[in-house]
């Protein structure tokens, strides 16, 4: 990376987000509730949540686009939370948002803005994917950006197909990644390999809805819903080895590591994994429980006992004892 990218903290990420979409018209709304209103989950997952009325046509939007930084958890990569640099259960995405208004050019060139100008990224730091039929996609990124085409790289469903769940708002997507080593060429780009790349920035062009047998019925509008990921970016701009050693996170693990008498830097792997799971589970906890979240054995009260008794084992395995805090 060049010495000129900024270091940002997180508020400072997430101000200049806002303010980015703000100047382009659209309104800055404040996080919604980590509760979902929607049935068809038990926590926010993505920013679009609080938004599928509205992509479903069920609801008419105050504004025709919006900006957010919403809360959200996500316990389905419990397991790698710790263990690989960017795995989380509690993360704020950074969204922009479009109901029937701008589509797909417009949200690819103020991506590339955002990245490239206020962000400050250099363009040889990014490569992108597109769904692999979406040709208007891949048109646009290699002949209005300017991205060369072997850096533009074309992803079946799993990977360039957004979907809330089996039902409901979705569409093809394309997304902005972070190269590390761009010094090792374009030959066999491999997006999947994470200690070249980070995705950080997800465009869904959401002008489909999914019915319960998979039937892909067009929206009444065509929308856009973005996700970029504010601990990435983080880790990208504050330029640390992994999401957990960003400003957003390491003073929770300093904390812990201080309680146990650790010093985080010269603790071994093991330990790390424990203080990167309490630094990451803590941040959960903290945000259910203010937002009215009891714990207990059923539906989301149960997600936040088990994200607890989580804390406190590894608080456990790193030696604290009794109470953690006197
Ligand atoms: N809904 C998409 C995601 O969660 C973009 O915000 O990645």
């Not at 270091?7 to 979902?36: M, N």
């Not at 957010?68 to 996500?74: A, E, G, L, N, V």
């Not at 992108?128 to 990124?141: G, P, Q, R, T, Y």
């Not at 071994?268 to 429980?289: A, N, P, Q």
Request: charged share 25%; hydrophobic share 35%.
């Amino acid at each position: 990376m060049t010495t000129t990218t900024p270091f940002l903290t997180g508020q400072e990420i997430r101000d200049r987000f806002l303010q980015f979409y703000s100047q382009y018209k659209h309104q800055i709304l404040p996080s919604a509730s980590l509760v979902p209103e929607d049935p068809t989950v038990l926590l926010t997952i993505a920013g679009m949540l609080p938004f599928k009325p509205i992509f479903l046509g069920q609801k008419q939007s105050d504004f025709p686009r919006a900006t957010t930084s919403q809360k959200c958890i996500r316990t389905n990569d419990i397991e790698n939370v710790g263990r690989t640099a960017r795995h989380h259960t509690f993360f704020e995405m950074l969204g922009n948002f479009s109901f029937g208004d701008y589509f797909k050019e417009q949200a690819i060139k103020w991506a590339w803005e955002l990245s490239t100008k206020v962000y400050q990224l250099p363009p040889e730091n990014i490569v992108v994917s597109v769904f692999e039929n979406d040709d208007e996609a891949f048109k646009m990124w290699e002949e209005i950006i300017g991205v060369p085409p072997q850096r533009i790289k074309r992803m079946g469903e799993k990977d360039n197909f957004w979907k809330a769940g089996p039902t409901g708002p979705c569409g093809p997507c394309s997304e902005l990644y972070y190269d590390f080593h761009p010094e090792l060429g374009d030959d066999d780009i491999d997006l999947e390999d994470d200690s070249r790349f980070i995705e950080f920035y997800n465009l869904v062009f959401m002008e489909y809805n999914r019915d319960a047998d998979g039937k892909l019925t067009p929206l009444q509008n065509r929308n856009i819903d973005t996700g970029m990921g504010l601990e990435r970016m983080a880790q990208i701009l504050q330029k640390v080895p992994n999401n957990y050693e960003t400003d957003l996170i390491f003073p929770i693990i300093e904390t812990a590591a201080n309680i146990a008498n650790i010093n985080y830097q010269k603790a071994t792997e093991k330990t790390k994994v424990s203080l990167k799971v309490i630094g990451d589970h803590v941040r959960s906890v903290v945000h259910m429980i203010s937002d009215n979240i009891t714990a207990s054995n059923t539906d989301r009260g149960y997600v936040l006992r088990r994200l607890i008794r989580r804390v406190v084992r590894h608080g456990r395995l790193i030696g604290i004892e009794g109470k953690f805090i006197n």
